[in-house]
């Protein structure tokens, strides 16, 4: 049976009785009463005055929100920074798409002399950003299909950033420099993998609110334990597949440690760390030991068939 059969069968819905209206409408003016008093504790601040003279929202709306209804540069509601809160954030302004235009042609160019790091002094930016822009702007030139690109957002939003120019980052000169400087230096540190740290940081987990621990950070030491140890099991592997030991003679010997310390008066000291098979190229010698292996069997198979 449809629903619009059943409608008709049970015929029109009776009116609500006397009680179940007057419940209603206690219920609605209760209500009513508790958002008034949510409003006014609202409009009080914690110290027991009124905050500015905002009472509510429509207050907050018609008087200190007016000098955000139009957009201007830099017009940050923390006045010095985005948020007010955090008085200690203040981005520095992005980089024109002009002057990352200029990058990215004089890479083109003569990709030699205008390297990466060439760049990177020239304009005062980080090796990172100058790889990423010359990236992105690569990216840019490929989407192109025979029509222009939109960049009238582009414009505007430089104005309310206010993006520096060439001139303005040669103004600034040791300050600027003294950060990419600073960026770079960590970005080249030996074994930094700052994306992979990164996104190993970027997890999020429900908990119950009965209690209870979370699991993924357990579950990543657990991880990076299990990585080390069979990082360690597959590099002994390697060096017993490509170094097999030697056998000690009387004038050579295995060393049993992994860093041997020379020692000579008057010198410095030589220190020999064996690093086993780790610059050791398995695919190649692989291949390598094939090639061996495919010339010794048409060696034998070519003895085989000249005449005794």
């Known amino acids: 049976m449809h ?4 409608l ?4 029109p819905p009776e009116p609500a009785s006397l009680e179940e209206s007057e419940q209603a409408e206690e219920h609605d003016e209760a209500f009513e009463a508790q958002m008034a008093a949510a409003e006014a504790q609202e409009s009080v601040d914690p110290e027991g005055g009124e905050g500015d003279g ?6 907050f709306m018609a008087t200190f929100a007016q000098q955000y209804r139009t957009a201007a540069p830099q ?4 006045r010095e920074g985005p948020f007010p809160l955090n008085q200690s954030f203040k981005p520095p302004p992005p980089l024109s798409d002009t002057l990352k235009e200029r990058m990215y042609e004089e890479y083109m160019m003569n990709p030699q002399k205008n390297n990466i790091r060439a760049l990177s002094q020239r304009y005062h930016v980080s090796l990172k950003r100058v790889d990423a822009i010359l990236r992105l702007k690569g990216m840019e030139k490929d989407w192109i299909k025979g029509k222009p690109l939109q960049t009238g957002f582009v414009r505007g939003m430089e104005k309310l950033l206010s ?4 001139t303005d980052l040669a103004k600034e000169k040791f300050h600027a420099r003294y950060d ?8 080249e ?5 700052a994306a992979r740290q990164r996104y190993q940081r970027s997890y999020w987990e429900s908990t119950p609110e009965s209690g209870g621990e979370p699991i993924v950070p357990a579950s990543v030491e657990h991880a990076k334990r299990m990585a080390v140890r069979m990082a360690e099991r597959a590099r002994k592997e390697k060096d017993a597949k490509y170094l097999p030991p030697i056998a000690d003679t009387e004038f050579i010997k295995w060393p049993k440690e992994p860093v041997v310390v020379a020692k000579k008066v008057g010198r410095p000291d030589v220190h020999f760390i064996d690093v086993g098979a780790k610059f050791v190229d398995s695919v190649a010698e692989d291949k390598r030991v094939g090639r061996a292996a495919t010339r ?6 070519k003895a085989a068939l000249l005449p005794s």
């Open 54 to 59: 905002i009472q509510s929202y429509r207050d």
């Open 296 to 301: 010794a069997r048409f060696k034998g198979k």
């Open 163 to 166: 993006v520096r120019t060439a």
């Open 3 to 6: 629903f619009a059969e059943e």
């Open 8 to 11: 008709q069968a049970k015929g």
């Open 75 to 78: 017009q940050w509601l923390g």
């Open 180 to 187: 990419t400087q600073q960026a770079d230096t960590l970005e």
């Open 189 to 193: 540190a030996e074994n930094r993998d």
